[in-house]
Nanobody, 117 residues
Framework: QVQLVESGGGFVQAGGSLRLSCVAS????????MRWYRQAPGKQRELVAGSSSGGRSTYADSVKGRFAISRDNAKSIVYLQMNSLRPEDTAVYYCNALIGLGGSEYWGQGTQVTVSS
């Protein structure tokens, strides 16, 4: 079993920055992919960024150049650095993990990010 706990959300003005953290505990082994999703009110959950244990990172077009995903494998933490935030980035941000060849999937409880104009 894997547990994911997000933190770092909050309220920020447009143009500001936030860094989200996701601490993973439990049986985390390679290969694995750690991802950040977000869900705005009335919208579907969307993939924001992903980081594989092989070192590959991917981003949604809407956040490329503004957001950066990184991971500290020794501490089992994945980060999402969010810069140049926009009101449309307002959402609940969720940490997601795909663990092992079977791709067992786990979700965190989410953290709210609110960007004011």
């Amino acid at each position: 079993q894997v547990q994911l706990v997000e933190s770092g959300g909050g309220f920020v003005q447009a143009g500001g920055s936030l860094r989200l953290s996701c601490v993973a505990s439990g049986r985390i082994f390679s290969p694995n992919t750690m991802r950040w999703y977000r869900q705005a009110p009335g919208k579907q959950r969307e993939l924001v960024a992903g980081s594989s244990s092989g070192g590959r990172s991917t981003y949604a077009d809407s956040v490329k150049g503004r957001f950066a995903i990184s991971r500290d494998n020794a501490k089992s933490i994945v980060y999402l650095q969010m810069n140049s935030l926009r009101p449309e980035d307002t959402a609940v941000y969720y940490c997601n993990a795909l663990i092992g060849l079977g791709g067992s999937e786990y979700w965190g409880q989410g953290t709210q990010v609110t960007v004011s104009s």
